[in-house]
T-cell receptor
Framework: AQSVTQLDSQVPVFEEAPVELRCNYS??????LFWYVQYPNQGLQLLLK??????LVKGINGFEAEFNKSQTSFHLRKPSVHISDTAEYFC?????????FGAGTRLTVKP | GAVVSQHPSRVICKSGTSVKIECRSLDFQATTMFWYRQFPKQSLMLMATSNEGSKATYEQGVEKDKFLINHASLTLSTLTVTSAHPEDSSFYIC????????????FGQGTRLTVV
């Protein structure tokens, strides 16, 4: 079975600073990769996904992520964060009949 | 994107009773449904995967007799927490997909279950 590791449980950052949320995965089969955002007491909203093709994917709210197969990573980045980006972010890996999540990274944007 | 409706959003029940949570795909046919449980400030833990018309596949450690999953149609899956206890209190989230690998899974808004 595949697994997902989010290396940072909490990331504090100042407004307008760049941010990177790290995600590594392991799997014996090909996977598809996702980043989701979750606000308190809500479900998940898809930020972006990598299925195939270009390894740099752009998502909503100015986020982007780069798939690196050799390093089995899918790090999420944003060049300039806003207060409203404060939330929990989850990296997820999907195979044919399975979808698993990392432990999550709490992004806190400070003024 | 596609819409998944999960109901109820919040439920409080007495210990020993059963609670049913519904997950509906409103504008697509969901051949696969995933059920997750999320404890406070933790990640989503996959409980089970169900395919329409067949029995759900439960993750190790998840009691199938306690968490009954039914996926009788392509637009509806239900999770019933039987004989609920306070330790079952949690946030339950469903997601629905169309089965093909790589297809995005769409998430419901979650159900906050509190057992008193």
């Amino acid at each position: 079975a595949q697994s997902v590791t989010q290396l940072d449980s909490q990331v504090p950052v100042f407004e307008e600073a760049p941010v990177e949320l790290r995600c590594n995965y392991s799997s014996s089969v090909s996977v598809y990769l996702f980043w989701y955002v979750q606000y308190p007491n809500q479900g998940l909203q898809l930020l972006l996904k990598y299925l195939s093709g270009s390894t740099l994917v752009k998502g909503i709210n100015g986020f982007e992520a780069e798939f690196n197969k050799s390093q089995t990573s899918f790090h999420l980045r944003k060049p300039s964060v806003h207060i409203s980006d404060t939330a929990e972010y989850f990296c997820a890996v999907r195979t044919n009949n399975d979808m698993r999540f990392g432990a999550g990274t709490r992004l806190t944007v400070k003024p | 994107g596609a819409v998944v409706s999960q109901h109820p959003s919040r439920v409080i029940c007495k210990s020993g009773t059963s609670v049913k949570i519904e997950c509906r795909s409103l504008d697509f046919q969901a051949t696969t449904m995933f059920w997750y449980r999320q404890f406070p400030k933790q990640s989503l833990m996959l409980m089970a995967t169900s395919n329409e018309g067949s029995k759900a596949t439960y993750e190790q450690g998840v009691e199938k007799d306690k968490f009954l999953i039914n996926h009788a149609s392509l637009t509806l899956s239900t999770l019933t927490v039987t004989s609920a206890h306070p330790e079952d209190s949690s946030f339950y989230i469903c997601s629905a997909g169309q089965g093909a690998r790589g297809t995005e899974a769409f998430f419901g808004q979650g159900t906050r279950l509190t057992v008193v």
